[in-house]
T-cell receptor, first 117, second 109 residues
Framework: EAGVAQSPRYKIIEKRQSVAFWCNPISGHATLYWYQQILGQGPKLLIQFQNNGVVDDSQLPKDRFSAERLKGVDSTLKIQPAKLEDSAVYLC???????????????FGEGSRLTVL | DAKTTQPPSMDCAEGRAANLPCNHSTISGNEYVYWYRQIHSQGPQYIIHGLKNNETNEMASLIITEDRKSSTLILPHATLRDTAVYYCIVIAGTYKYIFGTGTRLKVLA
């Protein structure tokens, strides 16, 4: 079974530039999450999708961050314009809510490391 | 969302049991306790979860107190590969995972 795919793995940009991250979840997983993880901290939930609808985006800085999940499959997270404090690893995760022992288990991608100079 | 409290760091000797505590005193009746761990430079990995009964799988055991206000993750024979940050999370039906700062476990040779 293929895991959660993310790209790019690394990105270096100047402040005020824009960047986009892509995530392809595990096939059949209805729920998709984007997390931001700053060095030394736990992952911070930015947005949670259920199929192509937003469940929670209360922690997404909407003046500069946007995310979409067209057709309820893959997703894109965009930052425009980037700030120095956006330097972090952006993690995508997916889960299935089908009934079973591992219901709700999160499967994470390898992350996209962003450095803003 | 219920919050959890974990010690920031712990050490454990290789081969010994690692007992990682978590306090979740405001947990609701329908909220599950999940444990994840994050090895350096990787995404968090599922370990185990439970509602009110103790659970065991090939990776660990989860002991939940009768009042459900706290739990303990037990790694029965810790190895160097178990060195990681361990996160305790409580979630309900919306599966909104809120990670705290976790416990940084260092397994010592």
């Amino acid at each position: 079974e293929a895991g959660v795919a993310q790209s790019p793995r690394y990105k270096i940009i100047e402040k005020r530039q824009s960047v986009a991250f892509w995530c392809n979840p595990i096939s059949g997983h209805a729920t998709l999450y984007w997390y931001q993880q700053i060095l030394g901290q736990g992952p911070k939930l930015l947005i949670q999708f259920q199929n192509n609808g937003v469940v929670d985006d209360s922690q997404l800085p909407k003046d500069r961050f946007s995310a979409e999940r067209l057709k309820g499959v893959d997703s894109t997270l965009k930052i425009q314009p980037a700030k120095l404090e956006d330097s972090a690893v952006y993690l995508c995760a997916s889960s299935s809510q089908d009934r079973g022992w591992r219901t709700g288990e999160l499967f994470f991608g390898e992350g996209s490391r962003l450095t803003v100079l | 969302d219920a919050k959890t409290t974990q010690p920031p760091s712990m050490d454990c000797a290789e081969g010994r049991a690692a007992n990682l505590p978590c306090n979740h005193s405001t947990i609701s009746g329908n909220e599950y306790v999940y444990w994840y761990r994050q090895i350096h430079s990787q995404g968090p990995q599922y370990i185990i979860h439970g509602l009110k009964n103790n659970e065991t799988n090939e990776m660990a055991s989860l002991i939940i107190t009768e009042d459900r206000k706290s739990s303990t993750l037990i790694l029965p024979h810790a190895t160097l590969r178990d060195t990681a940050v361990y996160y305790c999370i409580v979630i309900a039906g919306t599966y909104k995972y809120i990670f705290g700062t976790g416990t940084r476990l260092k397994v010592l040779a």
